[in-house]
């Protein structure tokens, strides 16, 4: 699995946009990019996945870069709610383990 | 409430002792994971089930750990002779089946251990 690179933590204002980037320079072909979150205590969540084309459903949006080696998740309209670590994870399709790094904490400030 | 349960969801034991978690997955989903969780990292992977039959289990997962899932419903993880660095969050998921393309995992709440 490719190596992604993310910043260990971001503030967001209560209502703004979030954007949390993943670099993942070395990411191969058939690898796609997988979001999930963990708020506190809580188990890991699934948030979107996307391989090239950009991806959004009920949650967030996800943006690759044409070249992949780089993509952004983006919350829309951040709430209090939304305050937890994110993981970018990159994997070949399937439903093997993940393998999650440290993530992005967000923190979502009134 | 149908999504993934764990018990018990906190357990305190002292070093030497052996404990037990259970894992009910959400109902049909063929995949069964188990994760550990140190604070300030993410999760690591433990072992993980098709149905009753243990598909891959990690380096991590030392002959004191077992984990089995007899009927292919629940799963059990028991680590005999606990160490202090077992201390952590072991975190149980599940996925359902699918021949093609990602179904998500969705995971439990976890069960802490915590050993004195």
């Known amino acids: 699995d490719a190596k992604t690179t993310q910043p260990t933590s971001m503030d967001c204002a209560e209502g703004r946009a979030a954007n949390l980037p993943c670099n993942h320079s070395?990411?191969?072909?058939?690898?796609?990019v997988y979001w999930y979150r963990q708020i506190h205590s809580q188990g890991p969540q699934y948030i979107i996945h996307?391989?090239?084309n950009n991806e959004t459903n009920e949650m967030a949006s996800l943006i690759i870069t044409e070249d992949r080696k780089s993509s952004t998740l983006i919350l829309p309209h951040a709430t209090l709610r939304d305050t937890a670590v994110y993981y970018c994870i990159v994997r070949v399709a399937g439903n093997t383990p993940l393998v999650f790094g440290k993530g992005t904490r967000l923190s979502v400030i009134a | 409430d149908t999504g993934v349960s764990q018990d018990p969801r906190h357990k305190i034991t002292k070093r030497g002792q052996n404990v037990t978690f259970r894992c009910d997955p959400i109902?049909?989903?063929?995949?069964l994971y188990w994760y550990r969780q140190t604070l300030g990292q993410g999760p690591e992977f433990l072992t993980y089930f098709q149905n009753e039959a243990q598909l891959e289990k990690s380096r991590l997962l030392s002959d004191r750990f077992s984990a089995e899932r007899p009927k292919g419903s629940f799963s059990t993880l028991e680590i005999q002779r606990t160490e202090q660095g077992d201390s952590a969050m072991y975190l149980c998921?599940?996925?359902?089946?699918?021949?093609?393309?990602?179904?998500?995992?969705?995971f439990g709440p976890g069960t802490r251990l915590t050993v004195l």
């Open positions: 996307g391989l090239k």
């Open positions: 109902s049909e989903h063929n995949r």
């Open positions: 998921a599940s996925s359902q089946p699918g021949t093609s393309g990602y179904n998500e995992q969705f």
């Open positions: 070395t990411i191969s072909g058939n690898e796609y």
